[in-house]
């Protein structure tokens, strides 16, 4: 099984999208802010980190980077579409992006799994 944490602002967002993985066969957690989501990582692990690139006052790619930094894939994921953001995803650390309203377990479980597998990147 896949251990999903959500990293998002909006509690409604976090509320429907847990539902929605659950429903498909992730374990998931969730996360308001950065220090959440970090705390989070600390105690238990996370398979993959879908983080919103806009957490109200915060960065969610400065977070990418620190979850990089724990080795913990993340998907970039955003009410936008992709090319709203696509230089800040292509030189962000995340094995991915997906648009909130595409989210799914099939799609989550395919960006993890064609994702490179080692330390990541110093």
């Not at 429907?16 to 659950?22: N, Y």
């Amino acid at each position: 099984m896949v251990r999903c944490l959500i990293v998002d602002d909006s509690p409604a967002f976090l509320a429907a999208a847990g539902r929605l993985l659950r429903h498909q066969g992730i374990i998931v957690r969730t996360a308001a802010n950065r220090a959440e989501a970090l705390r989070e990582t600390e105690r238990t692990w996370a398979d993959v980190a879908l983080v919103d690139i806009d957490l109200g006052g915060e960065s969610g790619l400065e977070l990418a980077e620190q979850l990089h930094r724990r080795s913990v894939p993340t998907i970039l994921i955003s009410t936008h579409c992709e090319q709203d953001y696509r230089d800040l995803i292509t030189t962000s650390p995340a094995i991915g992006f997906l648009p909130k309203a595409s989210l799914s377990g099939l799609a989550v479980t395919r960006l993890l799994d064609a994702a490179p597998t080692g330390p990541p990147e110093k």
